[in-house]
């Protein structure tokens, strides 16, 4: 399934998120390790702070196994579904496992780079 995640980096941890994308360490030891770097490199900062990205995740709670990580430099603010359950096929199973090959992460991500800017830009000039 595919979740849009709404959140706001923690004060003070713009350089340990930066060495941590540099280093390739960004979620290190997850089963999800090379979505946080796939979902930041499309995530957005709004003009308020608040950062957007779509988030791919098999977990029966969302993020239920990728929060930890992502809570060591972000606040989350809100984790809704990016679309109705009922068109995914992994949800509703009839293509179990089918979100790593599905191109509705590539039309919202789309839909992501009317808003803001790209976080990854902002992130790595600090």
């Known amino acids: 399934m595919r979740y849009l995640i709404r959140a706001r980096l923690k004060p003070g941890k713009e350089r340990a998120?930066?060495?941590?994308?540099?280093?390739?360490?960004?979620?290190?030891?997850s089963v999800?390790?090379?979505e946080y770097e796939r979902a930041l490199s499309?995530?957005?900062?709004?003009?308020?702070?608040?950062?957007?990205?779509v988030e791919i995740c098999y977990?029966?709670?969302?993020l239920e196994e990728e929060?930890?990580?992502?809570?060591?430099?972000f606040e989350i603010e809100s984790i809704k579904d990016a679309h109705n359950r009922l068109?995914?096929?992994?949800?509703?199973g009839s293509e179990p496992w089918s979100c790593g090959v599905c191109d509705c992460?590539?039309?919202?991500?789309?839909?992501?780079?009317?808003?803001?800017?790209?976080?990854?830009?902002?992130?790595?000039?600090?």
């Open 42 to 53: 499309k995530a957005r900062i709004l003009d308020d702070g608040q950062i957007k990205w």
């Open 32 to 34: 999800a390790e090379g």
């Open 67 to 73: 929060l930890p990580y992502w809570e060591e430099f």
């Open 17 to 29: 998120l930066k060495q941590a994308l540099e280093d390739g360490v960004i979620g290190q030891g």
């Open 59 to 62: 977990c029966s709670e969302p």
């Open 105 to 126: 992460t590539e039309k919202l991500e789309q839909s992501l780079e009317k808003q803001g800017t790209r976080f990854i830009d902002f992130i790595i000039s600090r």
């Open 87 to 92: 068109n995914c096929k992994d949800a509703n």
